[in-house]
């Protein structure tokens, strides 16, 4: 059998850049005693960033790419040159891309725009050369700081499919072959269940040159939201759309109870769905040969709360009213599509590094053994910068190593 080419979940090994150490070199020429310190600061490592790309529209290209590494960045040498700043190393992702921690589950971000950039790891930051500690009463200081370590991560990386409408229903409700009569897109269609195995998307022509995207969704079935058939791999993809459009068969026993079954299954997934606009399609209604009276008699029972209509993607009955129920509602004031994720309540730490000398001017302080990280630097918990305001902090001039 051969393997899907739809990739929508992936898990990568992320590791940014440590910064390159500061150098400790003494000035040495033939005709200049005592030159004094010249040591050049050390190089930012690498960030590693998340762009959003919209030529990509699987995440098939990072499966067996899961190693993701920044280059570290240079030592400083002599003269007071500065080392070679880490390459950054960008990974593409197609927009609707949902990055979690892999280890606590944690949100971290959301890239869901073209170019978008999200810095996911940052460099270490180079350390500083003996020459930025020469002083008046310590004209050769035989010290440098190391360079800031890299950052390591292991994330989950989840594409939730973009689109204005997303089709909601059971295997053989005729989903696909209205993605077929509505757009180019050519998914494949069958008289048996369960026929779409993976998301697709499709766009569809409007009036005037307008056009919105719709997304068929593998069918759902009771007891989808526990695990059962395709239906909790791909719900997923259907927190991104602005409207959902139930579709359910004109030819079913009970149509209502279709439709609350759907509904039940969606929110036991995730009640906030039940936020999003919804629009019922009874289709498949050439089955029933058109019959006005019939229709009526269908409509009884349905819910008030929603827009019904009545359609048949094979001869193109109310296909077109369709569109422009779609449409509408997507422009209504009252359905505007809000932000796709909110980062007001979401603040993403890491843990800085901070290096402070003694106050007095000998070596004592800064530590002869240069490589002697961990008693050098402070560290701040999480929980100590939620409580920092702006009067905690005091702003220090340095000099740019960047």
């Not at 359905?335 to 000998?362: E, F, G, H, M, V």
């Amino acid at each position: 059998m051969a393997e899907s080419n739809f990739i929508d979940y992936v898990k990568i090994y992320c590791r940014s850049g440590r910064g390159g150490r500061g150098s400790t070199h003494m000035h040495r020429a033939k005709y200049i005693p005592k030159g004094g310190p010249d040591g050049g600061n050390g190089g930012r490592g690498g960030h590693v960033i998340l762009r959003g790309n919209r030529n990509y529209w699987t995440l098939l290209h990072l499966r067996y790419d899961r190693h993701i590494q920044a280059e570290h960045g240079g030592n400083g040498s002599k003269n007071k040159s500065t080392g070679r700043q880490g390459a950054d190393r960008y990974i593409e992702v197609p927009c609707g891309t949902v990055v979690y921690n892999a280890e606590t589950g944690e949100y971290i971000c959301d890239v869901t725009e073209h170019e978008q950039e999200v810095v996911l790891l940052k460099g270490g930051r180079g350390g500083l050369g003996n020459f930025n500690f020469s002083t008046p009463t310590n004209q050769a200081p035989r010290y440098a700081q190391p360079g800031e370590p890299m950052q390591e991560l292991t994330v989950i990386l989840e594409l939730k499919l973009l689109a204005d409408v997303g089709l909601v229903g059971f295997p053989n409700a005729g989903k696909s072959t209205l993605v077929n009569a509505l757009s180019s897109a050519k998914p494949k269609i069958g008289d048996y269940p369960f026929t779409t195995l993976e998301p697709s998307l499709g766009i569809v022509s409007y009036r005037d040159n307008r056009s919105f995207v719709i997304a068929d969704i593998p069918g759902i079935i009771e007891g989808a939201s526990e695990g059962r058939g395709l239906g909790l791999r791909f719900l997923r993809h259907i927190e991104r759309n602005s409207i959902l459009l139930f579709m359910v068969s004109a030819d079913t026993s009970d149509i209502r109870k279709e439709y609350d079954t759907l509904l039940n299954e969606l929110t036991q997934y995730n009640p906030e769905l039940l936020d999003k606009r919804r629009i019922l399609a009874v289709t498949k209604c050439d089955l029933i040969g058109h019959d006005p009276e019939l229709i009526d008699m269908l409509r009884e029972g349905l819910p008030d709360d929603i827009p019904t209509i009545f359609i048949s993607a094979v001869s193109g009955y109310n296909i077109q009213e369709l569109k422009d129920l779609l449409w509408t509602e997507m422009n209504n004031e009252s359905n505007k599509i809000a932000a796709i994720t909110s980062t007001d309540n979401i603040l993403r730490q890491t843990k800085r590094l901070s290096y402070t000398p003694d106050d007095d001017d000998d070596d004592e302080g800064w530590g002869d053994d240069i490589t002697d990280e961990e008693d050098d630097f402070e560290y701040l918990d999480e929980d100590d910068i939620e409580d920092l305001d702006e009067d905690d902090f005091e702003y220090v001039d340095t000099p740019d190593t960047q």
